[in-house]
């Protein structure tokens, strides 16, 4: 995550770097001729969604090439030895190519000569960091691998057992202070009653803390008393949960609800028991769901430990009801202190929400509403389809493709989309990619190769892509396809779509995590043979249910984000934009 920010940084200070220095030359170019020239308006800052634009092509690259096979490097250590460093990396450009497409998204802003320079650094610059980022890795694994880590682990093990153990007398002792604060409170009540020993000297002790005396009846107040037991049951706790974590039995990851209602906070616990900034935030409705899809993760894992004879097919699992549900009724965290891997799921939740916290551009994780799959579903007779382009985080049934699979497998993804391992033969599938030209383009030719597999049964893919700017190529080629049984397309200003970063907000409702669409969309419905027999749909019923939902999602918008220059004027508190910000774009779209 810190990596990507860097490069992120880097990108935008290069574009202010040469923006800077054209202007000067223009300046120069004005005061030798003496007489006003035409200026070209160079922008100071990258093309919007530039830098996000530039990791999905690379994210692509990685798909089809096995770039691990040339990405192993060898790098000397101090002490002489050879580490062995895996430079390939899940998020950032690490195959060092001068993207073609960021050359382009730049050429918008810069000359042509710039802006390829421009690219050139950045391929440079992600190689390098890919190369860093696995090196430490790669020197963090090494270091646990030593003999002497054993050593180092008993050390910590021995510091934080001499911790409890100190801890435990203080309790002791508090709680002593507490029963004589009882004592003195009862006698000075009735002081008919016999001595009961209260004028002994207490020492109170925690740990490294200075060693607190209270001598023979000084002090004895139940109240002070009390926060003094309070303090040292609170030390108590802390020591043995850092010595839990030494030991391998809690997580290195905290999560805490404390800050915000309907949020939680998610960050890393350093050694010495503090968290580490920044913190990443899910909503309440979103840490239920990730861990719904953990628990239907699991419980598949288990029906195939008990049919290792036979063969079932994964995709099995959309003729069954797989939406993921949750119990409302049971906090998040009440689910999550239940599963059996607690320590495995904070984890994979810290890198599921950093990896997307990395990547920004939330719009590239818009997700269709929840109404337009139950009608394709339902009303269309498509039935439960799995997503092709989806994420633990906004998916609408617990199968589905994603980005990560290293991490999001757990949650229940099957893979990559662009995996060769991934090539069904029969099936329902929806289709919302990212809305980028060459990741859309490479999802059209495996769409064609996998209908025109004469092995295949029945198919189906519903295709959701923008019918605006590059994407018209791509919606013309698509719409043109042999295999297209129905196809439609939706005015911008009549839909809607589920913000990507509805994660980040508390959900207060449905409608409020909904984003106006920025553009007409195409919908294009591609069968073979036998799936056009098995889900038969007419252009009109895709119109009259579909794209009848989807219309329906956008009135449902509350009133102050109902437009697109409404939702970006909403503020970043509330996921909009700077002023500065949408004042630059309109400027832009207005000249």
């Not at 421009?118 to 963090?140: C, P, Q, S, Y």
């Amino acid at each position: 995550m810190a990596a990507l920010k860097r490069l992120r940084h880097r990108m935008t200070s290069l574009c202010s770097k040469h923006a800077d220095e054209i202007v000067a030359l223009n300046d120069s170019a004005t005061s030798a001729s003496r007489r006003p020239q035409r200026q070209n308006k160079f922008h100071g800052k990258p093309p919007v969604l530039a830098f996000e634009r530039w990791l999905s092509r690379a994210a692509l690259r990685r798909d089809e090439v096995n770039i691990h096979t040339d990405a192993i490097t060898s790098t000397s250590t101090a002490d002489g030895s050879m580490t062995v460093v895996d430079a390939s990396d899940p998020v950032i450009p690490s195959d060092g190519v001068v993207d073609e497409g960021l050359v382009k998204d730049l050429s918008r802003n810069f000359p042509h000569s710039v802006a390829h320079s421009i690219a050139e650094i950045m391929a440079n610059e992600g190689k390098a960091a890919a190369e860093r980022v696995a090196f430490d890795n790669a020197d963090v694994t090494n270091t646990a691998s030593k003999g002497d880590s054993d050593n180092t682990s008993l050390d910590a093990l021995k510091i934080a057992g001499d911790c409890i153990k100190e801890s435990i007398i203080s309790v002791k002792l508090a709680a002593k202070l507490v029963q004589k604060s009882i004592d003195y409170k009862m006698q000075q009540s009735h002081p008919d009653l016999p001595p009961t020993g209260a004028s002994e000297d207490i020492n109170i002790e925690s740990g490294a803390q200075n060693t607190t005396v209270v001598k023979g009846t000084q002090g004895f107040d139940l109240e002070s008393s009390l926060e003094t037991l309070r303090k040292a049951t609170e030390t108590l706790e802390a020591c043995a949960k850092n010595g839990e974590r030494v030991a391998g039995y809690a997580s290195d990851v905290n999560i805490s609800g404390s800050r915000r209602p309907g949020m939680y906070d998610v960050a890393i616990i350093n050694s010495d028991g503090t968290l580490k900034k920044p913190y990443l935030t899910v909503s309440a409705v979103h840490l239920k769901k990730m861990v719904s899809l953990w628990r239907f993760r699991q419980m598949e894992e288990d029906k195939r430990e008990k049919k290792k004879n036979g063969h079932d097919d994964l995709r099995k699992e959309q003729e069954c009801e797989c939406k993921y549900e949750h119990d409302d009724k049971q906090d998040g965290i009440v689910q999550l202190e239940q599963l059996p891997d607690k320590v495995l799921f904070l984890r994979s939740l810290y890198c599921c929400l950093a990896r997307y916290e990395g990547l920004k551009g939330a719009g590239y994780q818009c997700a269709v509403p929840g109404g337009a799959f139950d009608a394709a579903a339902d009303q269309c007779g498509l039935g439960t389809t799995i997503e092709c382009f989806a994420s633990p985080l906004n998916c609408r049934y617990r199968r589905f493709c994603s980005a990560f699979p290293d991490v999001e497998a757990r949650f229940g993804s099957l893979g990559s989309f662009f995996d060769n391992a991934f090539f069904p033969i029969k099936g329902s599938f929806e289709s919302n990619p990212p809305f980028v030209p060459a990741i859309m383009f490479a999802m059209g030719d495996k769409i064609d190769r996998i209908l025109s597999n004469p092995k295949a049964k029945a198919l189906s893919f519903l295709v959701i892509v923008p019918a605006w700017g590059a994407g018209i190529q791509f919606c013309e080629q698509m719409e043109d396809s042999k295999f297209v049984r129905a196809k439609a397309r939706v005015l911008a200003s009549d839909h809607a779509y589920y913000d990507g970063a509805q994660h980040n907000r508390p959900s207060r409702s449905g409608s409020a995590d909904l984003r106006p669409s920025s553009w007409d969309t195409a919908v294009i419905l591609l069968q073979n043979d036998g799936g056009a027999k098995k889900w038969p749909v007419s252009a009109d019923k895709l119109e009259s249910t579909f794209c009848a939902a989807f219309r329906d999602a956008a009135a449902e918008m509350p009133a102050e984000s109902a437009t697109i220059e409404k939702w970006e004027r909403r503020g970043v508190a509330r996921g909009g934009k700077s002023s500065s910000s949408w004042n630059q774009n309109k400027r832009s779209r207005t000249s």
